[in-house]
């Protein structure tokens, strides 16, 4: 029966667990990248506003129907639904339509600006993907585990260098009792 009792307790203790973790964690985290990319979209906004820019530029509808795309979809990004996303655009059709940044109308400083928006939107999606949440842990937690691995391999190499140069100094001093190498 006291066996019993303990196997409940921690079913219960996993249950509030996976509540806390997949509902008001993950609420947070969906809610901190939209603050994220709200906030890259106003910051555009200031810009072109005080540079006085053209609202109805092509390329900045682009860049902000893009990060509004991203508030949109940020209830349901997962990180096999982004790779599946590379691979459907690694098959489309290759006669997609150009980039708006590459026309040569556009003003530097403005190209300056949305390639920057969105360079911080592709670093702020994948820091939500891939660095928050379940499968962050895990990666944080793997490359923990490789650059552990590294340092111990050259603490290796460095001590068996040191040994030998001990063996070298050793050796031209003529001490007995050392081993040749």
């Given at each position: ?15 509030l667990l996976a509540v806390i973790w997949f509902v008001l964690v993950a609420r947070a985290r969906r809610?901190?990248?939209?603050c994220d990319i709200r906030r890259i979209r106003d910051r555009l906004f200031d810009f072109m506003w ?62 300056g600006a949305l390639r920057q928006s969105r360079h911080e939107a592709i670093t702020v999606m994948i ?55």
């Open positions: 029966m006291h066996y019993n009792f303990a196997i409940f307790e921690c079913l219960v203790s996993l249950g809610d901190d990248f939209r005080e540079n006085g820019y053209d609202f109805s530029t092509p390329a900045y509808r682009k860049t902000r129907q893009t990060l509004n795309g991203l508030i949109r979809v940020s209830n349901s990004l997962t990180p096999v639904g982004f790779l599946l996303s590379f691979v459907v655009i690694a098959v489309s059709d290759p006669r997609d339509p150009p980039d708006d940044l590459d026309n040569p109308a556009l003003d530097v400083k403005l190209k820091r939500f993907v891939y660095l928050s949440g379940l499968i962050g842990v895990l990666v944080r937690f793997l490359v923990v585990a490789l650059r552990a691995a590294h340092a111990a391999i050259k603490v290796e190499r460095m001590g068996i260098r040191k040994a030998e140069q001990f063996l070298a100094i050793a050796h031209s001093f003529g001490a007995p009792g050392v081993c040749q190498i």
